[in-house]
């Protein structure tokens, strides 16, 4: 509740809201502890509903109810401090190369019309590894409660009119469709139930029905402190034992948000100990500094994080939360105060006319930014050679031939690799890992004038009926398709590749807010890590058995060690800085992440008499894996092998296709 409002002030809501921002930046900065520390946005959320709906319902106990005055708080509330924040992200901005800077032009354009949320949606996930390049990522938020705020206080107004104040009869059935689509769609469609409106609602709604219940008060003081102690437990829950790989939001967002409502409603009462501890004067200034502490904090680390080659330590990251501590009190006492107490921007003409102009300015330099293609000629030829290797998967080779449908496979065939005068004999299989290593089998057969065929599809690693979770392509149906072509085709030789480590760890390389994408099989409930094991051993196992049991010969290629960054986009940046960067990954990170898959291999050589070929002999030496040659990445990303990366792989080929094209039946 605000201070100088139409509603009673509560201090004690304002240290909630401490609690939810410090949650949300210990998370962001990696502070120990914190690995859950996200659900603080959705404290935020139960808490705006709460403060929203009663702000409306006193509003319509008045003789005249205005939407217009509404909608002027709010622009009071979010703008000030939003649009000065995006002011310096855009002047910061054109630090970022060109593809990040292009990103950044499509976020501000998002973020001005409050539809972030399916920007991000669209373009990744919020634990994604790219995720720590969008300096605008944590906007989401921001986008989810003005898109609900947008018919809220009018449906309320409807409901007030014409259904006798009868809000919550009307307020159940949307909470709960709501709710029982969040606990759906979070094992169907996890980014979207993460970052879209009507599985986000129920949390909101939450905090207004709250607000419209009129509970009981807690009569007594140690009423009210049991409340808020178990409230804060549910909130500490939450924070302590979730991480990235939490199924999130779903039911696991229950416990938070119920937590944030017992608190909410503990404070209705009188007294309590509780409430000397959130409404202690330091703890309450943090929550008055809450909205600007979470525009701040982001962005603060992002741009930080940007040019710095290796992962900042615990003082740098100290440093940066007291740069954002400053900048959000700077910008509170200078602008939000202000304005919201009118001595700034006084009347409502002059806020709207100001707001919408500086709109219109935003989206034109987002709309330049994306038309122009991120402004390349700001740098040289050098780091703009480098960024080119990020377009390798454009290339109308991988267009045209990757991620065919079953369909196509069925009526068109496979893309053929190496001499294609001579009869295929080969098949390279598996996600995009395989296809980054396709120029490297294409080289090879030619110099061996061999034949064969490539099936990658993104994302699907090749094994019969093992779906990624939350991944839309149908890997299943992809896996089925191209086994029917070997068959039919009667391939001799079947290589098997993907990023198998990717799925026996729970995050990836040294990107602990990352999450490992996982396995289903129709056989196993659950999604763990230690599903996708048994999934990747079973499922390797059954397809070798079937191939090796029809005479093929099988050989399984280990994963190519992977980065703690970018490659391509980490030499650009320090092209452009002067940097010397070293993000090399010793080998013994390397064999440590990949124990799994290897022991899976080894099995199944002793067992069924597959083959293993290693990339990592020709990529790693003297204890660490290389990413550059001369200076040139061998990367195009932190995961895949640029051409010339592929190049070093091309004795392994080499040496696969030497041997017999099968290897006998069982």
Known sequence: MTQGGRINYRADIDGLRAIAVLCVIFFHYSVPGFPGGYVGVDIFFVISGYLITLLVDQGLQ?????????????????????????????????????????????????????????????????????????PLLHLWSLAVEEQFYLLYPAFLFVIARFARRRFLPALLPIFLISLLGSLWSVNHMPLATFY????????????????????????????????ALSGLGLIAYSVVTYNSGTSFPGAAALPPCLGAALVIHAGTGQGGVYRKFLAHPG????????YALYLWHWPVL???????????????????????????????????????????LVSRRALFLFFGLASLVF???????????????????????????????????????????????????????????????????GDSHAAALDPAMDEAA???????????SYGCLPVLDVQPFGYPADCAAFARAVLAFIEKNNVRLVILSGRWERFTNEHEYRNGGALTRYLTDGRRPGLSTVNNRAILADRLSEIASRLRGAGRRVVLVSDVPEISRNVAETYAKCVVTGCKPDIRTPTADYVTRNRVPLAIFADLQKRLGTETASTAAYLCRDGICDVD???????????????????????MFAEILAGPASGGGR
């Open 629 to 651: 040659q001369k200076g040139v990445p061998l990367y195009r990303d932190n995961n895949h092998l640029s051409p010339l990366g592929a190049r070093r792989i091309i004795p």
């Open 62 to 134: 008045l003789p005249r109810f205005s939407l217009l005055d509404f909608y002027e708080r709010r622009v009071r509330r979010i703008l000030p401090a939003l649009f000065l924040m995006l002011a310096a992200t855009t002047a910061a901005s054109l630090v970022l190369l060109p593809p990040d800077l292009v990103r950044y032009g499509r976020s501000l354009i998002a973020t001005v019309f409050f539809a972030s949320n399916f920007e991000f949606w669209r373009a990744n996930g919020y634990f994604d590894i790219y995720s720590n390049q969008q």
């Open 446 to 456: 030619r110099h061996a004038a061999r034949s064969g065929y490539v099936a990658t």
């Open 363 to 429: 989206l034109s330099i987002g709309t330049a930014m994306v038309a122009r293609e991120g402004f390349p000629q700001r740098f040289g030829a050098t780091p703009l050679a480098l960024m080119d290797s990020l377009k390798e998967f454009d290339a109308p080779h991988h267009v045209s031939c990757d991620n065919r449908s079953p369909e196509q496979i069925a009526s068109q065939g496979l893309c053929r690799l190496g001499d294609t005068s001579q009869p295929p004999s080969f098949i390279l299989w």
């Open 196 to 227: 879209l409106a009507p599985t986000r609602a129920w949390e909101l709604l939450l905090g207004g029905m709250l607000a419209l219940a009129r509970l009981p008060k807690p009569a007594r003081s140690w009423i009210a402190d049991a409340l």
């Open 283 to 290: 703890i309450v200034f943090v929550g008055l500094l809450s």
């Open 302 to 344: 992002i741009f930080a994080q940007y040019y710095v080659p290796r992962p900042l330590t615990g003082l740098e990251l100290a440093g940066l939360m007291v740069v954002t501590a400053g900048a959000a009190y700077l910008w509170w006492r200078v602008v939000e105060r202000p304005v919201r107490a009118r001595t700034l």
